[in-house]
């Protein structure tokens, strides 16, 4: 997944942060492991940013270390945390509210 400068719904509720941006790529590929530097691409973020707060997501356990390929060690979001499963949720909830009025909306156009 490549960083898309468009603002978002998810970021207009929760502002346009370092850390929300992270959050929000990390909830869309959920399902997949990503190295340090592919979440920073992807959350259209330079990767000094990520390191200062890189801590505080292992800290608070909203990421957990899956696997190591070669040097590179891959992440993914703790899907098992109580806090992350809220953030799920209500991620989703957001995407599909955001996408039912654009459906919505469309009609009305056409």
């Known amino acids: ?5 468009e603002t978002t719904l998810f970021r ?3 502002g ?5 941006r992270v ?4 909830l869309e590929g959920r399902e997949l492991d990503h190295s340090i530097g ?9 990767r000094v940013t990520l390191f200062r707060m890189w801590n505080n997501l292992e800290k608070s356990k909203i990421i957990v270390h899956t696997r190591d390929i070669g040097n590179a060690k891959l992440y993914k979001l703790n899907i098992s945390n109580y806090y992350v499963i809220i953030l799920i949720e209500l991620f989703d909830k957001i995407i599909n ?3 039912k009025k654009e459906k919505i909306e469309k009609k009305i156009i056409a």
């Open 1 to 5: 997944m490549k960083f898309q400068d």
């Open 12 to 14: 207009e509720i929760f």
């Open 16 to 20: 346009d942060t370092p850390k929300i």
């Open 23 to 26: 959050l929000e790529y990390l």
């Open 38 to 46: 592919d979440i920073a691409e992807g959350a259209g973020i330079n």
């Open 97 to 99: 509210t955001d996408f």
